[in-house]
């Protein structure tokens, strides 16, 4: 039976019909994940939520129940992972190469002047952390890489920021996986076995996926297969003391690279569940912040840092994306849900005092949004 | 047939052993973890066990019990402790699912004919178990020196938790069966009626057992804690219902989100109110199909989204804390009284079909449906051991290893039952009448 047939739904596989290009609908796009229009910055308002319920508000959200969100939080960040697979390899080939280099360019840049100057700073005043100041500024420079852009536009300028926006996140979620590993401790060899089980894990469930999705009998049964497999992502990335991101990630492109739709079946499935759980993410990281001096120090600092990266990314980058720097940067400046998602998985799999990350990366992550809210984000294609 | 499935299940059982092998001592644990491998796998072994004419949910039991800790131990100790994290929301689910399918005009007729066949079925289980038990009673390995009226009491205790019968586990057979017609619907009743019985006599024989300890009655305290859980779940789940059945006439959206909410609503307002979740989610059900009947069929879909899932878990949890050193310690006299169970109640059944005028061939498989016991056996034998350690352990030890032995065989019984009646997939066709 052909997939076709089988899934009418999902439609066909580009991979199996190479042309006419089919036109990617389907596939929901990370920065409208929260559903809610461009007008409002959907995060703020779930961060405040989660504020506002957390123990520093009116404790409706304890630390117990916190904690008993974890199945659920890991769920959602191999959901995230999947969407970032998934979205990176829509891009089409003659694009790639500039996304690419852009995207990964955008990275080292952000990354290296937010983690340099944090790093700088944090050993210049002395200011008393959990974990060491140099991995604390590496990781919080690695969240603050990504990009959501929100409110491009639909012109041609707009979709070439929209992809390298989209390849930026394969670095974090690379980076950022090696970072909580390491940071989980064990040493450096421990660290990079973990890593490797986590990818080989996430390529045995992706093709176990592949294997399930279009042979199963009926909607209920590819529910059970499609919510299983994202369980076991999410399972095995705490498990093992990574990322259910770095699992998600490898597990979406064993599908896309797969013959046939389970590309689409996985995606296509988990859009039902995309809206709550990256809401619920976002709740869970505003009540997980302590407000402290240290976190909103910190988390001014990363601001700051963040627009002089982006700003002097959207300079590096400029030429490849053909858009002028000043509106690259403001473009560039909505930082989305996947930095936020980073803190809670390292503080998730780390426990104790790493919530701090999760204060910093996710008040750093609304102040940021909530500036770009402010800022002209339209692209317009120049003649 | 194809090599898609067991290849599937080859490479999650060998990410499972990879991962407990390399995952770093004290490692964050994740329910997730469990849970997906759990969901996949117990699911294809239940498809397995359908090629050899056993129910899916054995396979789903079979799973649990091969990989938990007494044998592969790829389930370890704490992830099936994990895993029973989705047992109130598998009570409340599948109790909401019987509610839904409960048809109150078609009940309404055979009311008085259920409710004697109930009455005789467990009249004769007392009498017979609790016969056994107190001259049996110096040869269990419980308290062979209780003499009198302090082993009376025990007895009662003893009898009324091994009488008891599992709704959950027989609304999950039909429900798991697609299972419709008049053995399901009887089957379905006289255990829901029999557990308000239960409720009733459980609550009576612990204060006699009480008061034979020395311990402070309760006094008047007694009608009201009964009442307040019997009225006040049935209250609870109709007004919860009745509030679930408006939002499906004005909104109607998210319906398997919304659904799952109102399970874990149900189940744990059940736990901080020390109401009955089973039957708070019963009349939840009744409530929503008699009030927004208009949207049935998209509660239906989601439904039957939501609740593959949930049973599996369910039953995979139950097969991975089958407690298999409770059933080697006191293994005889546990197998000795579960024949006496099953004798007693294919007898009692029998009695009370024929008092109730119902002697169609389908009426007498009303016994295979309730063999099966599992979750609210447990947790009385979990209340008794609390209360009285000296002779509570003994007694929940062989209520372990008695609903062990009864959740495997009831569902393979009700399930054959079940095919023998013609109501197996006549939830797909169109409704009986």
């Known amino acids: 039976m052909s997939p076709e047939r089988h899934w009418p739904e999902v439609g066909r596989d580009a991979l199996d019909a190479p042309a006419p290009p089919v036109r990617r609908r389907w596939l929901p796009r990370r920065r409208l994940a929260l559903g809610v229009g461009d007008t409002l910055a959907p995060s703020l308002v779930f961060i405040a939520i989660g504020v506002l319920l957390g123990p520093s508000g009116i404790n409706v959200l304890s630390p117990g129940i916190l904690g008993r969100a974890e199945p659920l939080v890991s769920v959602a960040l191999a959901v995230l992972g999947v969407f970032v697979g998934v979205g990176t390899t829509t891009i089409p080939r003659a694009a790639a190469r500039d996304a690419y280099l852009a995207g990964g360019l955008g990275f080292i840049v952000t990354t290296v002047g937010v983690a340099g100057g944090l790093w700088f700073l944090l050993d210049a005043w002395a200011v008393p952390l959990p974990i060491p100041a140099a991995a604390c500024a590496a990781f919080l420079g690695i969240a603050a890489s990504a990009s959501a852009v929100t409110h491009a536009g639909q012109s041609e300028s707009a979709r070439r920021v929209i992809r390298m926006a989209d390849v930026d996140d394969v670095p974090l979620i690379v980076f950022g996986s090696v970072a909580v590993a390491w940071l989980g401790g064990e040493g450096s060899a421990a660290a990079a076995l973990r890593l490797a089980a986590t990818v080989a894990s996430g390529a045995g469930i992706g093709l176990a996926g592949w294997l399930l999705f279009e042979r199963a009998t009926g909607t209920p049964e590819r529910g059970v297969f499609v919510t299983g497999t994202i369980l076991l992502m999410a399972g095995t990335g705490m498990y093992l003391g990574t990322s259910p991101l770095l699992t998600g990630f490898v597990a979406a492109l064993v599908w896309v690279r797969a013959p046939g739709v389970a590309d689409r079946i996985g995606v296509n499935d988990l859009r039902v569940l995309q809206h709550p759980l990256l809401a619920l993410l976002l709740i869970v990281a505003g009540a997980t912040i302590e407000w402290t001096l240290v976190v909103v120090w910190a988390a001014v600092a990363t601001l700051l840092l963040r627009l002089v990266g982006k700003i002097l990314a959207s300079v590096a980058v400029a030429p490849l994306v053909r858009v002028r720097p000043g509106l690259l940067a403001t473009a560039l400046l909505p930082p989305g849900v996947l930095g936020i998602a980073l803190a809670i998985n390292a503080s998730h799999v780390l426990g104790g005092d790493s919530a701090l990350l999760v204060g910093i990366a996710t008040t750093a992550a609304a102040a940021s949004e909530a500036l770009a809210m402010f800022l002209p984000g339209e692209l317009e294609d120049e003649a | ?433």
């Not at chain 2, 969901?39 to 498809?47: E, K, M, T, V």
């Not at chain 2, 709704?167 to 697609?178: G, K, L, N």
């Not at chain 2, 059944?349 to 024929?354: D, F, N, T, W, Y």
């Not at chain 2, 498989?365 to 209340?383: D, E, I, N, R």
Request: aromatic residues 6%.
């Open chain 2, 1 to 433: 047939m194809s090599l898609a499935r067991p290849l599937a299940l080859l490479i999650i059982f060998g990410i499972i052993v990879g991962v407990q092998r390399i995952a770093p001592v004290g490692a964050a644990s994740s329910v997730a973890l469990p849970f997906g491998f759990s969901l996949i796998a117990a699911y294809l072994l239940g498809g397995a066990a359908e090629i050899v004419r056993l129910p899916r949910l054995s396979g789903y039991l079979l799973f649990g019990l091969l990989c938990g800790p007494y044998l592969l131990n790829l389930i370890t100790a704490s992830m099936a402790r994990d895993l029973q994290l989705v047992n109130g929301l598998a009570i409340s689910l599948i109790a909401l699912i019987a509610g839904i399918e409960i048809n109150i005009e078609r009940l309404r007729a055979r009311a008085k004919a259920i409710a004697l066949v109930g009455t005789v079925t467990l009249g004769v289980m007392y009498a017979v178990i609790g016969v056994l038990f107190f001259i049996a009673w110096p040869w269990l390995p419980i308290a062979p020196d209780a003499v009198g009226l302090q082993r009376l009491s025990m007895v009662l205790v003893l009898t009324a938790i091994t009488a008891s019968f599992s709704p959950t586990v027989i609304i999950a057979v039909v429900a798991e069966s697609r299972a419709r017609g008049p053995l399901a619907e009887l089957v379905i009743a006289t255990a829901v009626l029999a557990d308000l019985a239960l409720i009733l006599v459980f609550t009576l024989v612990m204060q006699l057992a009480r008061t034979m300890a020395g311990g402070a009655a309760e006094g008047g305290g007694l009608l009201v804690n009964l009442s307040w859980e019997i009225f006040g779940s049935l209250a609870f789940g109709g007004v919860v219902g009745g509030l679930f059945a408006f939002y499906l006439r004005l909104v109607g959206r998210e319906l398997t989100l919304v659904l799952l909410a109102l399970c874990v609503i149900l189940s744990q307002a059940g736990r901080l109110w020390h109401l009955e979740p089973l039957l708070a989610s019963l009349a939840a059900g009744l409530v929503i199909e008699n009030i927004a009947p208009a949207r049935a069929d998209a509660l239906r879909d989601a439904v039957e989204r939501s609740a593959l899932p949930v049973l599996i878990l369910f039953f995979a949890a139950a097969g991975a804390s089958l407690q298999l050193d409770a059933l080697a310690v006191i293994g005889v006299p546990a197998v000795a009284v579960a024949i006496v169970r099953v004798v007693s109640l294919r007898a009692g059944a029998s009695m009370g079909l024929r008092s109730a005028g119902l002697t169609d061939d389908t009426s007498q498989l009303l016994w295979t449906g309730l063999v099966s016991q599992a979750g609210v056996t447990l947790g009385l034998g979990v209340l008794v051991a609390t209360e009285f350690p000296e002779w509570g352990r003994p007694v929940q030890t062989l209520v372990v290893a008695l609903s062990g032995l009864h959740v495997l065989v009831g569902p393979i019984l009700f399930r054959n039952a079940l095919v023998r009646a013609g109501e197996v997939g006549r939830l797909d066709g169109p409704p009986a009448h």
